[in-house]
T-cell receptor
Framework: SQQGEEDPQALSIQEGENATMNCSYK?????LQWYRQNSGRGLVHLIL?????REKHSGRLRVTLDTSKKSSSLLITASRAADTASYFC?????????????FGTGTRLAVRP | NAGVTQTPKFQVLKTGQSMTLQCAQD?????MSWYRQDPGMGLRLIHY???????DQGEVPNGYNVSRSTTEDFPLRLLSAAPSQTSVYFC???????????FGQGTRLTVV
């Protein structure tokens, strides 16, 4: 079953605006990761935030994690047309053995020039 | 480094045929996984391996078989293809759990 669900399912913004997408998950986690997927391509890792961290930055990306609400948000500042892609959250569940990185259903972001 | 390499990129099968999707990584990662991606479903885990000789089932293993004889390779076998297996398949590898995953470019499979 899907561990994470992203919200919104689709987002369209103007170049230069900020984009915020959210992820909710169901079980306790060790970490939460965000990935980007350009159309027809493989997923590319963006950022990993551990369960004991609340916020992390990487360039124009800012990720927050609220383990009490089982939710995370990804903020992309000053968006560019090249940011057009699908974004997925993924979690490593706490207490789970093996390689069970579980993905959400994704947010499709369109950045208009 | 090539990273994670999947072959073929595209494949059309007839119902009942079998085939093997290839995946190779050159990063000496212990963990490798196969996912399928369907519209609106995100990525679902089919099988995974935490090292050579060790494999286990994911969320949707039925109709698929895997083996891991070397660290580098993790092939996915479709035993008897069905239209429900029409999907995009991704292979991923990572050093261990709780680290970032590296993905191949995907195999788009159509079963008619």
């Amino acid at each position: 079953s899907q561990q994470g669900e992203e919200d919104p399912q689709a987002l369209s913004i103007q170049e230069g605006e900020n984009a915020t997408m959210n992820c909710s998950y169901k079980t306790s986690i060790n970490n939460l990761q965000w990935y980007r997927q350009n159309s027809g391509r493989g997923l590319v890792h963006l950022i990993l935030i551990r369960s004991n961290e609340r916020e992390k930055h990487s360039g124009r990306l800012r990720v927050t994690l609220d383990t009490s609400k089982k939710s995370s948000s990804l903020l992309i500042t000053a968006s560019r047309a090249a940011d057009t892609a699908s974004y997925f959250c993924a979690t490593d569940r706490a207490g789970s053995s093996g390689d069970k990185l579980t993905f959400g259903t994704g947010t499709r972001l369109a950045v208009r020039p | 480094n090539a990273g994670v390499t999947q072959t073929p990129k595209f494949q059309v099968l007839k119902t009942g045929q079998s085939m093997t999707l290839q995946c190779a990584q050159d990063m000496n990662h212990e963990y490798m996984s196969w996912y399928r991606q369907d519209p609106g479903m995100g990525l679902r885990l089919i099988h995974y391996s935490v090292g050579a000789g060790i494999t286990d089932q994911g969320e949707v293993p039925n109709g698929y078989n895997v083996s891991r004889s070397t660290t580098e390779d993790f092939p996915l076998r479709l035993l008897s293809a069905a239209p429900s297996q029409t999907s995009v398949y991704f292979c991923a590898s990572r050093r261990r759990e709780n680290t970032e995953a590296f993905f191949g470019q995907g195999t788009r499979l159509t079963v008619v």
